[in-house]
């Protein structure tokens, strides 16, 4: 079978594809940056890309037309507070009528649940969008979901970081909102489960598991799962400005995304029944097991998919191509190298990769942090994004507030650009070559100023620059772990 996967870069969609090819399907990706998608070894003649930009009307001439099923993973909820509705609606619009023009005989859509009178933007806009695909020629499956448990996901993400961090919480009244979580296996199974089953055809499902809990009952199943004895007391004066503020600095979310899902806590999500997994004869998998599984995943470094990694589809920054190509003019520069003498090439290497998270940048981790905790309080992403491997990393992942552009092995090259709050914008590129016999690390630091503001910025880290990133290159060159510890 030939499927259409968008979102193919999202969390939902990283999931999906090598469950699909596991099945013998020939899958099409749909991502915005082709050069930037890597395809797996093995993938080739069973993956190809389709690059195209749902924002925008599709051009028909330059699409493929011919497959059987085409998922719709597309949203933008950490996108944007106000007009993100409107995105949604016009990539909905773009690829209804691309439906239109293609053989697809079923499209398949994952949402939110929706059965409250009153809805939060996001819902009622997850619910527009069904409204919009509805109208398509090709008959719609809509599953509807709320919050997926998984190694990865930005609910669980939030969850861990609460329970992890917090002994003691004092939490906003919402705490107590009514949920039916599910399990990312059981939602990956859904979606498969679905594909050209005509009984399914024109019709919207709720998908969950079998408990219906509260927010604070899955921060406490949470810490009952890791043997954590943790203290939870709501209070009823947060408003929902104070909760994102609230969530936006404890965890790791946007701002965007923390206002957007405090919206969406307010309201109960909870099936009307689980008549698809009946369906399906599937049973559940309980809160407290996909909590396990999750965090099983993270122990053994085998975290296939962060919704922190994805670039989202119905932004209007959601490329990053136009960053790849680092500006030589009206830019400021710090350019450093060394000598490889301490490690050899593919560990220096390795050491590159492995740069930020837990490892952190090699000297002064207390001011990268404080750089982090400044970039938050002026409502930047700081650093708690992490990264989603220790040391493997792909073009398109987030690291701390870096998003990776390239990451080529062969070339040994690695570049990133900042995503902190910033009066320009900047890049780090690190670059390993052989000159003269001699093994080289280079280490580059670009920023282009944005006004007088941008200059002054650039002189007032100068000092900070000249410290960190002479020790930075020089500790990446000779780093050596011990007993499986960071060692400098």
Known sequence: MRILLTGATGYIGKRLLPVLLE????????????????????????????????????????????????????????????????????????????????????????????????????????????????????????????????????????????????????????????????????????????????????????????????????????????????????????TPRLSSYWLYFVTSTTYELAVNLVNSMKIDVVCRDNRLMQKLGMVPIAYDQAVQLAFDKIQQNMVVSSWKDSLVSSSEKGSLNQYIEVPEHGCFEDIKQVVIEHNSVEQAWGNVLAIGGERGWYYANILWKLRGLLDKMVGGIGLRRGRTHPNRIHSGDALDFWRVLVADQAEKRLLLYAEMKLPGEAWLEFHITEEEGRNLLHQKATFRPSGIWGRLYWYLVLPFHFLIFNRMIRNIERFQPRDGKPSL
């Open 23 to 238: 099945e013998g399907h020939e899958v099409i990706c749909c991502v915005r940056n082709a050069s930037n998608y890597l395809l797996k070894r093995g993938w080739q003649g069973r993956v190809s890309v389709f690059e195209v930009d749902f924002l925008k009307e599709v051009d028909i001439n330059a699409a493929p037309l011919d497959f059987d099923v085409a998922y719709y993973l597309i949203h933008s909820m950490s996108a944007a507070i106000n007009d993100f509705k409107s995105l949604e609606e016009r990539s909905a619009v773009n690829f209804r009528q691309y439906m239109e023009q293609s053989s697809c005989r079923q499209v398949i859509y994952l949402t939110g649940i929706v059965n409250n009178d009153e809805l939060s933007s996001h819902l009622e806009s997850r619910l527009q969008v069904e409204k919009v695909l509805n109208e398509s020629r090709a008959p719609l499956t809509a599953l509807r979901a709320g919050i997926i448990i998984g190694s990865g996901s930005a609910s669980f993400e939030i969850i861990r970081d609460l329970v992890e961090k917090l002994p003691v919480m004092v939490a906003p009244q919402w705490l107590n909102t009514r949920c039916q979580p599910i399990a990312i296996r059981d939602v990956i199974q859904l979606l498969t489960g679905v594909m050209l089953r005509e009984d399914c055809y024109n019709q919207n499902f709720d998908i969950g598991c079998s408990e219906i809990l509260t927010y604070k009952e899955m921060l406490e199943g949470y810490a009952r799962v890791r043997g954590l004895r943790r203290f939870i007391f709501t209070i009823p004066i947060m």
